[in-house]
């Protein structure tokens, strides 16, 4: 993964294909009128199988690079291909479609629907998109998070940690190429925070998944493969291990 | 002032935020409010109508002095040589058509030799100078609203004939409420056929003694048939008669309102919902429970306020339809009418803002009090208040049972006054356990099919369905109010296909004839105009004519109620009539009982009217005399509300001795050509102006005029269920609203556009689905209550029940389909959300 600051990336020091790229890519949005550049010429690629956190102070444009990344939304300028393709090529359908097949997203506030069960919303993303046997399969991501006992409880019945965890099981259960992370132990204390930052490093090394997660969180920085550090809507510093 | 702007930033501002949403809460309010007022105007535009011409035309008399049959001119020679200084004016009174325009305006005949004095019609006319000489009194008077030109010809219907008059002059009919034809006395009893007797006598009597004194006096002094009456007492009648029906229009016009009131109750219930924190940091800030109470009461307020305003406009409008519908439904169900001006009163408008603002305050009042009570922690707890509808499912069900059980029991007691209060509250407390239910009911039924609908529609039914149970109290208050409106569309629905049914067999029964005849004008069933006997002797003797029936009626008051005196030609008709009875005798044992003696046989809604039943006796005033007459059984009967009181025409013909029939039956014999005897029955009654209906053709007309008489039912139906589904598509858009992270969440999982778009419109489809479910049921529920309870304490009809089942099945795949289309703006909304925003926003 490599980037620089406004410039062309550069190639990769491996030879492993990348799950995203992000080419010279700006975002504007407008607000009262005038437009307002949240991200301003980010070249970045994630290679597949790394993890990568983006570090920054608010408003610096991580969560609209992560929903650049992941198919919510067309850059104003450049490219960004994921898994290959680039996402101005396609249209809201085929956007839709890629987000069920290659991402999944974590956040912060976990975001599960308070009227399905646990089961219920960790299937959610392959009921969607059409898929057989979601609940084998939510089963399994759930025994994976080490929730399974826990399916048929509604979301008000968990505990903060044990709600990302769903949320975790959801992200995953469509087996994504890429997961995208906003904040996700903002809302636990830190105890809880230390076993999801756990898991999701397990992820990325035991299931070769491509984590993007923005933070504030130093503890969570530390234990990326890539730490990249934006101001200003621009990546400031790329730090690898 | 500083309350009324926090007032302004914290309940109005908000409402302008979701300026559709709000839109539609005014003006389920506004219709509401409209109907109500419509049908109040409408009622009293045709209520209001009934003083007739008689009593107005020259207004100070005191008192009118009637028979059947009419009073004998020796009656009127005897009143005016009372030894008493009382003024006597006979009148003639009767209906005609003006040729020309097809209208039927009352005709009134006056002696205008006698009244020169103080008749306006001879002191305003600007007519020709003739009525200086009492020779020529022949031609007509008419009121300026008929605009004929004094001098000109104006040709007029009356009985079987069509003749041309002369107009003599006009005069200012202001005061009649329309136009009046007027003849001087002689003329009118000669064209009307009533040589020998006028139709009423008013009289005025000096002051002291009071009038029940003089009443008594004159009722000594004239024959016992004579009766005498206070003037106005008819108008009083009609008006007494009038009062079930304008009451059940009345109650109907409610519906709309009530169900404005759910939909009130929901938007504010959404309200508070969405406010909580903001009720939690006011309250913390120091503001009182009361001061919270007041603001949502004071949305909801805001809400009726424009709602009535916007009503009151339109409840005019609507009252011009209304008024239409009424007049046609009065003039051929109750009497002969003519509509007054619609009057916007300040009485009328101040009713209909109190009735709108008050409706939406009290339906506020439960929200508003749920938001006062709130401690300022807990308002910060989401789902708290969804969860207390959980809890309160099986206490609410227990309730529901009792009410339900409440309802049943109110069926059983009589009416009130003429009216049918219990059956009123039966169904109150039927609608109150239906509401009550509702949250159970759909709990359950989403729960146990939600893996069903995710089969079928996919997981947008499971999320649908679930997100239904989620929010039970808002799905419960809309599924409450659209099946409101579906349980009154239902239960109307059959009580109407089943009377219309009730009606058809009737006719069955009833009509059996293959012709019938009547003079030619309008139908209404308190004008009886004649066809000469000698005519109906002509046509008893044609070929192929079996058997011929002259059925004679005449308009008469019983016990303070209108009613229909008639007689028919029994040993004529026997063989082929049908009759039915509520004894089950067969109709030639009680035709047997009827002949050659003084019985009768009385409708059902006159015995239910008047608590009268086989065995009973009745005393009728017969020309100059007081006759009591044997109740040989009561008939089943749908003519006429009034109801009928029918003896054999040789017992008619005892008492008052005018021969002329109002209407003739003729049954052909058996291998006749019913055309070839219609044509031979045409050819008779050439010259005359009567009017010639096939059995079919007689049918048909009373069928349409059956539908036109409950086209204003059908008519408040659809208003409510625009209402509720008016509120449905308001509801929708505030769920949008307040799920609008839910909605970008599932983008984020992969949803595509169209998921979300068929997402809210089967959350809408099974609102649809619940409301139509518990609407029927309830409706079926209130249309044994309406059609046992409610119709037989109000106009005394048995009507047997039966399903409309292709009305019925239309109808509500109409209202399923309309809830969904009230969900396709709310889904676009929904999809035009940008999930980035939403999510993210906190």
Not at chain 2, 265 to 294: C, D, F, H, K, Q
Not at chain 2, 308 to 327: M, N, Q
Not at chain 2, 651 to 656: E, G, P, V
Request: proline letters at 4%; glycine letters at 8%; one cysteine or more.
């Amino acid at each position: 993964m490599n980037s620089a600051p406004g410039s062309a990336p550069r190639k990769a020091a491996s030879e492993i294909p990348s799950v995203v790229s992000l080419d010279n890519v700006v975002k504007e949005y407008r607000s009262e009128g005038l437009p307002v550049r949240a991200v301003d010429g980010v070249s970045l690629e994630i290679a597949a199988g790394s993890f990568v956190a983006l570090v920054g102070r608010s408003g610096c444009g991580k969560s609209t690079l992560l929903n650049l990344a992941g198919a919510m939304d067309f850059p104003t300028s450049g490219e960004v291909r994921l898994d290959g393709v680039a996402t101005t090529s396609l249209d809201d359908a085929g956007l839709t479609r890629m987000r069920r097949e290659k991402v999944g997203f974590i956040f912060q506030s976990f975001q599960l629907l308070p009227t399905l069960s646990v089961v219920e919303n960790v299937e959610l993303p392959l009921l969607l998109a059409g898929k057989n046997n979601a609940r084998v399969a939510a089963h399994e991501r759930l025994a994976w998070v080490e929730l399974e006992s826990l399916g048929n409880r509604m979301p008000h019945q968990l505990s903060g940690g044990q709600m990302q965890r769903v949320a975790i099981a959801r992200a995953l259960v469509h087996d994504p190429k890429l997961l995208l992370a906003d904040e996700p132990t903002g809302n636990l204390d830190s105890t809880t925070g230390d076993l999801i930052l756990t898991l999701l490093r397990r992820i990325v090394t035991e299931q070769k998944t491509s984590m993007l997660m923005a933070t504030h969180s130093t503890e969570a920085a530390a234990l990326s493969d890539v730490l990249v550090k934006m101001r200003d809507g621009r990546v400031a510093e790329v730090i690898r291990r | 002032m500083s309350r009324a702007l926090l007032f302004y930033r914290l309940i109005v501002r908000p409402l302008f935020r979701e300026p559709l949403r709000t839109a539609l809460t005014v003006l389920a309010v506004a219709l509401g409010v409209a109907v109500v007022l419509a049908i109040d105007l409408a009622g009293n535009a045709a209520a209001g109508s009934f003083r007739s011409s008689v009593e107005t035309l020259m207004g100070d008399s005191d008192l009118e002095v009637t028979s059947t049959g009419g009073v004998p001119d020796a009656v009127v020679g005897t009143l005016a040589t009372l030894p008493y200084s009382i003024r006597v004016r006979p009148r003639i009174q009767d209906f005609v058509t003006v040729v020309d325009s097809g209208q039927t305006v009352p005709l009134i005949g006056i002696d205008l030799i006698g009244e020169a004095a103080d008749s306006q019609v001879v002191s305003v006319s600007n007519g020709d100078e003739t009525l200086k000489n009492p020779g020529d009194l022949e031609g007509v008077w008419v009121g300026s609203s008929l605009r004929a030109k004094p001098g000109a010809t104006i040709r007029l219907l009356m009985n079987d004939h069509t003749r041309d008059y002369r107009v003599r002059g006009v005069f200012d009919d202001t005061a009649e409420g329309g136009g009046v034809v007027v003849m001087d006395m002689a003329a009118a009893q000669r064209e009307l056929g009533r040589v020998g007797r006028v139709d009423s006598v008013l009289l005025k009597v000096p002051d002291d003694p009071p009038l029940a004194e003089w009443q008594k006096r004159l009722g000594d002094a004239l024959p016992a048939g004579i009766v005498t009456r206070a003037i106005g007492s008819r108008t009083s009648e009609n008006q007494r008669m009038l009062a079930a029906f304008r009451w059940n229009l009345r109650v109907l016009s409610y519906i709309a309102l009530l169900v404005g009131a759910f939909l009130i109750y929901n938007t504010v219930s959404v309200s508070v919902v969405r406010r909580r924190a903001e009720i939690g940091i006011v309250r913390a800030l120091g503001a009182s429970r009361g001061a919270v109470l007041a603001a949502f009461l004071g949305e909801a307020a805001c809400f009726g306020i424009a709602g009535a305003v916007l009503g009151c406009a339109l409840g005019r409008v609507l009252a011009t339809g209304a008024l239409k519908l009424l007049s046609a439904t009065v003039q051929a169900l109750y009497v002969s009418s003519r509509p007054g001006a619609i009057e916007l009163t300040f009485t009328s408008l101040a009713a209909a803002m109190l009735i709108g603002i008050g409706m939406s305050i009290v339906a506020a009042l439960s929200p508003a009090s749920e938001a006062a009570r709130v401690s300022p922690m807990e308002a910060m707890a989401r789902g708290q208040r969804e969860y207390t509808a959980r809890m309160n499912k099986g206490r609410d069900m227990l309730i529901a049972l009792g009410l339900a059980v409440g309802g049943v029991m109110c069926t059983v007691p009589h009416a009130i006054a003429g009216k049918p209060l219990f059956g009123y509250f039966s169904a109150i407390l039927l609608i109150g356990a239906s509401a009550l239910a509702i949250p159970g009911i759909a709990d359950y039924l989403l729960q146990a099919f939600s893996k069903l609908l995710q089969r079928i529609m996919g997981v947008e039914g499971l999320l649908a369905s679930r997100s239904l149970i989620g929010s039970l109290r808002r799905t419960s208050v809309l599924v409450g109010a659209l099946s409101t409106a579906v349980a009154m569309m239902t239960s109307v629905g059959s009580m109407v296909g089943s009377f219309r049914q009730t009606v058809t067999s009737w006719m069955d029964n009833q009509l059996q004839a293959d012709l019938y005849l009547r003079p030619a004008g309008t139908v209404a069933s308190d004008q009886h105009p004649t066809i000469p006997n000698a005519l109906a002797d002509t046509l008893a003797r044609l070929p192929g004519v079996a058997g011929l029936d002259r059925f004679r009626a005449y308009d008469i008051s019983y016990e303070g109620f209108p009613a229909t005196l008639g007689a028919a030609d029994f040993h004529a008709v026997q063989p082929f009539k049908k009759s039915a009875f509520l004894s089950g005798r067969s109709a030639s044992d009680v035709y047997d009982d009827l002949q050659n003696h003084d019985a009768v046989v009385v409708s059902e809604p006159f015995a239910n009217k008047h608590h009268l039943k086989r065995g009973d006796f009745i005393t009728l005033p017969m020309g100059e005399r007081q006759v009591r007459f044997h109740i040989v059984d009561v008939s089943y009967d749908y003519a006429s509300e009034a109801g009928y009181i029918v003896m054999d025409r040789a017992t008619l013909l005892r008492y008052l001795p005018d021969p002329d029939p109002s209407n003739l039956a003729i049954y052909i014999a058996s291998g006749a050509d019913l055309e070839t005897v219609r044509a031979e029955v045409e050819k008779a009654i050439a010259g005359h102006d009567i009017l010639i209906f096939s059995n079919r053709t007689l049918r048909s007309e009373a069928i349409q005029i059956f539908d036109r008489t409950f086209a204003i039912t059908y008519a408040l139906e659809v208003i409510s269920i625009i209402v509720a589904v008016m509120g449905i598509a308001g509801a929708l858009l505030a769920l949008v609203v307040d799920r609008r992270r839910e909605f970008g969440l599932l983008r984020f999982l992969g949803a595509a556009t169209s998921q979300i778009r068929k997402l809210i419109l089967v959350e809408a489809g099974l609102i649809g689905l619940l409301a139509n479910l518990v609407g029927f049921t309830l409706g079926v529920a209130l249309s044994f209550v309406l059609i046992y309870v409610i119709n037989k304490q109000s106009f005394g009809w048995t009507i047997q029940f039966h399903w409309p089942t292709a009305v019925l099945a239309g109808s509500l795949l109409g209202v399923f389909i309309s809830t969904i289309l009230a969900g396709l703006y709310p889904a676009q909304i929904a999809v035009g959300l940008n999930p980035i925003e939403v999510v993210h926003e906190e």
